[in-house]
């Protein structure tokens, strides 16, 4: 008898019946004495177009029901090697979006201080920014893969300096990153220059358009990531909306001509071996998701991010 934690079995209780948490996992009050933590933010003050991405993570827990313990692709069974719960969501403040930053900030600082890792449902890109003041403060500026339609490197939005176009300005700013590891793959769609997705590229990060990723696999390019970041400490942010729309059109801001779910489960799979410190998986509105797959699509990648967390 294993003494982890582990996900209700759909043999004990129907599938949907039980628990409403990540995977029908225990939930936990704290992160103390985890290895890892799904946690949810439920935030769309930041965006900018589509709202609902504050009932992103309900969503996803509901969509991780069938998720199994063991992965078949893989062979990973992570909860006979780690203790993982679901320690809920971040009380954000609703009507502060700059109240409800810091807010984040001081949750991950806790979460972090056990040595958990943090996989986070989220809720709009903005909070990346927050969670990645945490992991600096913890373990010192890390690697980034951002896996995004867009950049999020836009100074201001409407004026404001927080928004979910911004997070990674904002992290570079804060000194959050080293930028000879910053990689960002799926940038498409249309822009207002020709220079749009070239900040990073000055900053010395890798740009990777979806247009590069048409009609192959993705395991070479995340093998020569893996190469290029070695041990240093490394986080994953995936936004949904980095796959093309005809797989997760549940997002606020969608484009075509996105990765498939299948170049999605390359990159994280592609992760294995890396030192993660956290991961997020944002951007889930249900609003515009009435099949459900966008969150399935979400609920499963966040399992797969599970799977490959360095062993503890």
């Not at 740009?207 to 093998?223: F, G, I, Q, R």
């Not at 075509?256 to 998986?281: F, K, P, Y």
Request: proline share 7%; charged share 20%.
């Amino acid at each position: 008898m294993s003494t982890f934690n582990q996900p209700l079995g759909g043999n004990d209780m129907p599938r949907f019946g039980g628990p409403v948490t990540m995977m029908r996992l225990p939930s936990a009050d704290t992160a103390q004495g985890l290895d890892a933590a799904f946690v949810g933010i439920p935030m769309d003050i930041g965006t900018s177009n589509r709202p609902g991405t504050r009932l992103g993570p309900r969503q996803i827990r509901d969509e991780s029901r069938m998720l199994r313990p063991y992965n078949m692709a893989t062979g990973s069974a992570p909860f006979e090697r780690m203790q993982v719960a679901d320690i809920g969501d971040v009380a954000i403040n609703t009507f502060d979006l700059k109240k409800s930053v810091d807010i984040i900030t001081d949750a991950y600082t806790d979460i972090l201080s056990h040595g958990t890792i943090p996989l986070t449902l989220g809720g709009d890109h903005t909070l990346t920014w927050p969670i990645l003041r945490a992991v600096r403060d913890r373990h010192g500026p890390v690697a980034l893969i951002h896996v995004d339609a867009h950049a999020d490197i836009n100074d201001e939005m409407f004026g404001e300096k927080v928004a979910h176009g911004c997070p990674f300005r904002r992290a570079w700013e804060d000194e959050c990153l080293q930028n000879d590891k910053v990689f960002q793959i799926g940038l498409r769609g249309t822009g207002y220059a020709a220079d749009d997705f070239d900040w990073g590229r000055q900053q010395g990060w890798t740009v990777v358009t979806a247009e590069e990723c048409w009609y192959k696999s993705l395991a070479p390019l995340m093998s020569d990531i893996r190469a290029k970041i070695g041990d240093a400490p490394v986080y994953l942010s995936f936004d949904i909306d980095s796959l093309d729309p005809a797989f997760a059109p549940g997002t606020g801001t969608v484009e075509v001509g996105g990765l498939s779910t299948w170049q999605a489960l390359e990159i994280v799979r592609g992760c294995a071996g890396l030192n993660l410190v956290g991961c997020d998986l944002v951007e889930v509105s249900p609003p515009y998701d009435p099949s459900g797959n966008t969150a399935l699509i979400a609920a499963n990648l966040l399992y797969e991010m599970l799977c490959v967390l360095p062993e503890r």
